[in-house]
């Protein structure tokens, strides 16, 4: 409920920026967003919020995004105050904006019985407002503390965990074992769901406050884990989780049966001038993804742009309910069948499929089908799959290119060379609650500390570890306190 217009979600209907059409945007790697929007579209879809008193889309955010006031201020067209107001719990709107699933709409009130506010657009309407209006600028430190902090990686975490231990008054230089600066925002997420550009501005943001950026000097290999402790007053490890998850049955050598991370990567680095190997490119073939999730939709979506003739994406698991089940009632995430963005564009998607072999039935080398079973799986009372039931075998799919896109196992740590950094059960790098690992003075943080996740819940990481780490250095920190665990409610306005 905006102050001004306390009956607004009785008056507007839910009108997203939305996606450019399927036919046109499939034809290239433009964003899949519209393009423009229009702030009073915008200020009436802010007019919806519903001011519920307890803002349940705040805690469905991983950073505690203060929502119900910035919507308030876009629709009273106060843009720049919302834009401090996103900035407080968020370094980086627009990595959000434009790529986060968006689980505060689902925890959004009125999605009980009706649309939920347009969240995710209206954040990103904030800061391209901000970008645009220039008022995003270099936010330098006014002292110094003497401190020195490495940071190792550049995705979402390490550059959060930077900003915030730079605005602390830190000296902090990222390594990054890339050319580039972004992680998977900038090798992995491709071009069309998040512009490459926008990293590129965060990152001469950030120069401009006085960070330092190595590129170039992979951890572990290129300088120790000694070598950075003897050098800066404390690390913090920001590598992701990478290490795909790998289908071991006859035929994984074969060629065209790649990571989707490899085929993704490539295109990337092809859309950013190089040129894109022969392996890597689907024009004309067959494209089997195997894996229902959201980076085998970046993969079926990519070949859809490099002109592949067919793609198929096959899921191990049965297809989700049309409708939400007794046990999964608002605010959770509702856990129905949706179409992709990227099966909107075209292909088709299989489920209940297990690959048995990967097949070169004209024994050039050359992956040519796939051999598949129709499973059933018994599961555990967490869901987990035990027992595979097979129905039906030997059933044959064509393929000249297949990518493997069923997870990741956690981080490469083996790349850091140094017997006491450890993986947990879960694979994730061993940390204490201070997110500080058996290395004293050597932190974690993002998907190296909770698996392969979201950027948003990466950008919270950052936050969180940068407080540790101030407090493990100073004995106090004035950088806000976690976001991204559970906390109560907020109590209502005026309270
Ligand atoms: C294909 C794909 C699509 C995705 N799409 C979305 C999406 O639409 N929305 C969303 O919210 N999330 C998405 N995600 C997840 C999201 O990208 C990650 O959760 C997020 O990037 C994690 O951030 P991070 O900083 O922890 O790690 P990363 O982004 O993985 O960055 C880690 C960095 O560390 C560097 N590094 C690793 N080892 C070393 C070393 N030894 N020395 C120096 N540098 C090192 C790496 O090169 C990398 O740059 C997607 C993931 C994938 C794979
Ligand atoms: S970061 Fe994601 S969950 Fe949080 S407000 Fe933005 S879209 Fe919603």
């Not at 506010?117 to 209006?133: F, L, S």
């Not at 963005?341 to 690959?355: C, D, K, T």
């Not at 106090?476 to 559970?486: C, D």
Request: net charge negative; glycine share 10%; with cysteine.
């Amino acid at each position: 409920m905006s102050e001004n217009h306390p009956d607004g979600f009785l008056r507007h209907p839910r009108r997203p920026i939305g996606y450019r059409e399927p036919a046109s945007r499939v034809a290239d790697f433009h964003q899949i967003y519209r393009f423009r929007w229009d702030p009073a579209q915008l200020r009436t879809q802010g007019e919806r919020c519903m001011d519920c008193g307890i803002p349940t889309c705040m805690a469905g955010c991983p950073i505690g995004n203060i929502i119900p006031d910035w919507n308030d201020l876009v629709s009273r067209g106060a843009w720049r105050e919302a834009l401090a107001r996103l900035h407080a719990t968020n370094n980086f709107p627009e990595f959000t904006g434009y790529t986060c699933p968006a689980p505060c709409e689902t925890a959004c009130t009125l999605a009980i019985n009706d649309d939920a506010v347009t969240i995710k657009d209206i954040e990103r309407a904030i800061v391209d407002q901000g970008w645009e209006a220039g008022w995003i600028r270099p936010e330098p430190p006014s002292e110094r503390t003497g401190r020195q902090v490495a940071v190792v990686g550049s995705g979402p975490a390490g550059l959060a965990a930077a900003q915030q231990l730079n605005r602390a008054g830190h000296r902090v230089t990222v390594f990054e074992r890339d050319d580039a600066i972004g992680g998977l925002m900038r090798y992995g997420i491709p071009d069309f769901k998040f512009a490459k550009h926008q990293v590129a501005r965060r990152a001469q943001q950030l120069r401009d406050e006085g960070i330092e950026f190595r590129c170039g000097v992979v951890v572990g290999e290129d300088v120790s884990i000694d070598e950075l402790k003897a050098r800066f007053d404390a690390v913090c490890l920001a590598i992701g989780a990478r290490r795909p998850r790998d289908v071991a049955v006859p035929g994984r050598e074969l060629q065209g049966v790649l990571f989707g991370m490899e085929y993704l990567c490539a295109e990337n680095r092809h859309q950013a001038g190089e040129p894109l190997d022969a392996a890597m490119n689907a024009q004309g073939r067959r494209v089997v993804v195997l894996g229902g999730g959201d980076t085998g939709a970046d993969c079926v979506a990519t070949a859809h742009r490099q002109g592949a003739s067919s793609v198929v994406q096959i899921s191990i698991n049965p297809p989700l309910p049309e409708t939400r089940q007794a046990d999964n009632l608002w605010p959770q995430s509702p856990q129905v069948r949706q179409q992709t963005y990227a099966l909107q564009e075209g292909g088709e998607e299989a489920f209940s499929l297990n690959v048995a072999a990967f097949l070169d039935q004209d024994q050039d080398g050359r992956v040519d089908a796939l051999e598949l079973e129709r499973v059933d799986w018994k599961r555990d009372d967490q869901g987990r799959r035990t027992d595979k039931i097979v129905r039906e075998s030997g059933i044959i799919l064509p393929a000249h290119k297949v990518l493997i896109a069923i997870g990741f196992e956690g981080p490469e740590a083996a790349c850091l060379n140094d017997p006491r950094l450890t993986l947990t059960s879960s694979h994730t790098l061993e940390a204490d609650a201070r997110k500080m690992t058996p290395v004293p003075g050597v932190f974690v943080a993002g998907d190296a500390s909770r698996g392969q996740s979201l950027v948003v819940w990466a950008i919270g990481e950052g936050r969180d570890v940068a407080r540790q780490i101030d407090l493990w250095l100073m004995g106090s920190s004035r950088l806000p306190a976690s976001l991204s665990t559970p906390y109560p409610p907020l109590p209502p306005k005026g309270l």
